[in-house]
């Protein structure tokens, strides 16, 4: 591997961490502020449970932080519970563990049937046992586990807005990279050039993984501003940004579908028409300006029009296209109802704007 082929590699996993950095300060946060509280204020000598706990509520995610804050205290309630009474009346050993992490783990799926749930009342019976904790011991480590649950979701309430920005910022790269490609596309049909027309395909494909950052984004937009008090006035912008992730899901299936096309047309050398690659390259700018409205947070309606032109250039069918050619302007009318919808539109909207088939 060269080191070309590192690059993006490499600014693919840095921008994942830069992603990821509000996350990291808020962990960071919430570990200095529980082990304070449960040291200082509580008097615990080793209150390890109060940072773990507040890790495990906070994780890398905004998406159902209150369910993991409630989960990770209630397993380990049940866990340092029925642990103490196991030890109590049976002593401590490897099979008194075995004992206690079956039965902590069924009480709590009994209880509910939250995953962490049962996962924290299974590992707190083997803390209890392994540490032969006593009564105080175990009130203390409850204790911890309540103030770090209870410290994440301060720090879950006081959220910054970035996560609100975040899939706004994630739909534009999305709408760019469309745009890229197409380029790719044109260039590929314009040479008749193979290598370029399967690099355009490869990268089509790749824009999976954009797509799921920006199903991720979405999702944390969502949950954040449901979860945090000061944050509801960005709910509507949140759900505005949270809808844009199923039209653009569309636009790059029907993107991939192009791209496949364009790769067939060269490879067997079938002839498209300069118009429909024009039509092609007219789309890519479309996107482009699309992608710059949604990173100047101006209302998308204001890339309506330039998509509208497009939809009209779409309507127009070359007598001399072939399958290939004809299914590179189908996929390109089908991308601009696509984008249309991202624009603010909705389907139907959307498709009346393109109009019928017709020779010129």
């Known amino acids: 591997m060269t080191l070309d082929d590192l690059r993006p590699e490499v600014a693919r996993r840095l921008g994942r961490l830069r992603t990821r950095w509000v996350f990291l300060a808020q962990i960071g946060v919430a570990v200095l502020v529980a082990w304070l509280v449960a040291s200082r204020l509580l008097g615990h000598t080793l209150p390890f449970f109060a940072p773990v706990t507040a890790i495990l509520c906070l994780g890398l995610t905004y998406g159902q932080r209150l369910r993991r804050i409630v989960e990770v205290t ?45 996962i924290q009342a299974g590992v707190q019976a083997v803390f209890i046992v392994a540490l032969v904790a006593s009564q105080a011991a175990a ?29 706004r910022a994630e739909a534009a790269r999305t709408v760019r990279e469309v745009a890229s490609t197409l380029r790719d596309v044109v260039a590929a049909l314009r040479r008749s050039d193979r290598v370029l027309a399967s690099a355009a395909l490869d990268g089509a494909r790749s824009l999976e993984g954009q797509l799921g950052e920006l199903r991720t984004a979405a999702a944390e937009g969502v949950a954040v501003v449901r ?37 067939v047309a060269v490879a067997r050398r079938e002839p498209v028409p300069g118009n429909y690659v024009d039509l092609v390259e007219a789309l890519a700018d479309a996107a482009e300006d699309l992608a710059r409205v949604l990173d ?30 004809e299914m590179i302007r189908g996929q390109v009318r089908s991308m601009v109802v696509d984008l249309l919808v991202v624009a603010g539109l909705d389907d139907d909207e959307a498709l009346q704007l393109v109009p019928d088939s017709h020779l010129p």
């Open 296 to 325: 100047e947070h101006a209302k998308p309606s204001a890339a309506r029009r330039v998509l509208e032109r497009v939809a009209g250039l779409s309507a127009r069918v070359d007598p001399g296209a072939g399958l290939s050619a």
């Open 227 to 263: 979860q945090s008090p000061l944050l509801r006035g960005h709910g509507q912008a949140a759900e505005a940004a949270s809808a844009l992730v199923v039209p653009l899901d569309h636009c790059v299936r029907n993107l991939r579908v192009l791209a496949r096309r364009a790769s």
């Open 139 to 167: 009130l203390s480590r409850w204790l911890d586990a309540v103030v770090g649950g209870v410290v994440a979701l301060v720090i879950g309430v006081v959220a910054p807005t970035s996560p609100v920005r975040r899939p």
């Open 74 to 118: 209630v397993g380990v309630a049940i866990g340092v519970l029925i642990g103490d009474l196991v030890v109590t009346v049976l002593g401590a050993g490897p099979w008194q563990m075995a004992v206690v992490v079956v039965f902590a783990m069924g009480v709590a799926i009994v209880v509910s049937s939250g995953h962490l749930i049962v």
